[in-house]
């Protein structure tokens, strides 16, 4: 089954208004005619305003301003009310916000969040329309263990086991190894794609038909050197890209690398 690749950065804890202005300024210039993959940019939320302008801002005649979509890099469980620095989706569609990372390692590193906790994102960022991009993968002694399938199929089954594989229709998993990012060692294409394909046989288990649409991103180091290759693997479906997402001739070069590996 053919399916559409998407190519999202996420932006971490970078930028400043007038980075957020001039990068996608740039991306659009460079992305100008791209058809062929979805991209999306996860700035930090407080920049989500400017981005939201500058996407629907454009001197130019390129058609690139309809090919970014909006992100972001995470999301509260509650709709509103005595939350203290938390951001709801409705806040995020708002901003037009469309897909929404969860389950980044870093964040259930450094804010200890849970399998249990991260499905019930999964679940309001389904029951308010918007698309979950759930990361998921491995720390390095877990791969080092043999645990990567059994980490991956339990990360999924936090939500398999609440939501139901139907959850899965129309979202996004990204395979982060916790040992590729930001490491500058990505995994071996054939590594990503073995893993990929776990994954997707893990969602299969559970309906086939969920399995064939489910678009799995890789993530870990991915670069303008190394994406296409990565792409050329058949459960590839894209890319979660960090660090280089931070330069526009770099993301422009991953996402076309998307495009022409799956046309
Ligand atoms: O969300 C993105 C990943 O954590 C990958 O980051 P990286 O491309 O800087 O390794």
Known sequence: MARRPLVMGNWKLNGSKAFTKELIEGLKRELDGVTGCDVAIAPPVMYLAEAEATLAS??????????????????DVNVSGAFTGDISTAMLKDFDAKYIIIGHSERRTYHKESDEFIAKKFAALKDAGLVPVLCIGETEAENEAGQTEAVCARQLDAVLNTLGAEAFNGAVIAYEPVWAIGTGKSATPAQAQAVHAFIRGHIAKHSQAVADQVIIQYGGSVNDANAAELFTQPDIDGALVGGASLKAPAFAVIVKAAEKAKE
């Open 58 to 75: 454009c001197g130019c005649d390129c058609t690139s301003k309809n090919v970014i979509a909006l992100g972001s890099q995470n999301v």
